[in-house]
């Protein structure tokens, strides 16, 4: 006989008779059974291999969508922000200046008011512009039981008054209120440069 070219690996389980030999059913049994421990081995760790790469694939998947949701939040969050802002900016210069002389009206009936409730029984002085005395003077003459004396300031805005009492004063300004709040948001709401990552 000749030499084989080429050696092949032996595959046989120990305790399996030599070949030529005949199997008994008994050892046709237990090499089924070892067949099938190995497969079903083999199976479940294949298995456990594919579960592990899905449950890494589902990880990832959800780490990519909760980044997604979480930069759309803050989008829809700076959106909602920079939304705000503009419409205070817009309340703030177009509609709060065309409510000036009323809410000036309403600041001076409230200190008048306060004054009226302290039995006040001094003369006061109420300074204001030119053309707002018309309606200054209907809300002086509210509390009759005032001494009130109205002069005009040219310096004065329709939304500015002064109210003196012998050395004292206090100074309602709507003006002074709208450029403050202005000025706040100009400075306070400037666009904010976020990193993302």
């Known amino acids: 006989m000749s030499s084989p070219l080429l050696t092949l690996e032996c ?14 059913p008994q050892d046709a049994e237990s090499l089924r059974a070892h067949a099938f421990e190995d497969g ?7 298995a456990l291999e594919q579960m592990r790469d899905e449950d890494a694939l589902r990880r990832a998947a959800s780490e990519e969508a909760l980044q997604a949701v979480a ?3 803050h989008e829809a969050r700076d959106g909602l922000e920079s939304a705000f802002v503009d419409l205070a900016r817009q309340l703030v210069t177009t509609l709060l200046p065309e409510l000036r002389p009323v809410a000036l009206r309403q600041h001076l009936e409230v200190e008048l008011r ?6 006040f029984t001094g003369r ?10 018309g309606a200054i003077m209907a809300v002086a003459q ?11 300031e040219p310096s004065f805005t329709e939304a500015q008054v002064l109210i003196r009492i012998d050395q004292m004063e ?6 002074n209120v709208i450029a403050t709040l202005s000025a706040t948001f100009s400075d306070t709401f400037k666009p904010k440069d976020t990193v993302n990552g």
């Open 11 to 24: 595959f046989e389980v120990e305790g399996t008779p030599p070949s030529g030999a005949p199997l008994t």
């Open 40 to 46: 079903y081995g083999a199976g479940w760790s294949d």
């Open 71 to 73: 930069f759309g939040f």
């Open 114 to 119: 306060a004054l009226a409730a302290r039995h």
């Open 124 to 133: 006061l002085e109420i300074l204001c512009a030119p053309g707002s005395s």
């Open 142 to 152: 509210t509390n009759p039981g005032l001494d009130i004396a109205l002069l005009e």
């Open 170 to 175: 206090r100074q309602i300004s709507i003006d």
